[in-house]
């Protein structure tokens, strides 16, 4: 039933200071989204990505619209 769906907020981020992307592990294959300051390399994990529906969850609670980096 699609009577109580969760309603997705737009959060913002430093676009000027931070980057999306997808941590991707080697060995297992897990991934994890968040965001990478763009000066001290600093990573910040938001969210743990199981497949494409969560992809497209992150994308839309931020509103990024652009491709985003994965690095393993």
């Not at 981020?13 to 000066?39: L, R």
């Not at 969210?47 to 994308?59: G, V, W």
Request: with cysteine; glycine share 6%; charged share 35%.
């Amino acid at each position: 039933m699609g009577l109580f769906k969760k309603k997705i907020v737009v959060q913002s981020y430093d676009k000027e200071n931070k980057k999306p992307f997808i941590k991707s592990s080697i060995c297992t294959g897990e991934q994890v989204a968040g965001f990478k300051d763009i000066h001290t390399g600093r990573i910040e994990e938001v969210m743990l990505i199981k497949n494409l529906a969560d992809l497209e969850m992150f994308k839309s609670m931020y509103g990024i619209e652009e491709e985003i980096i994965k690095e393993y």
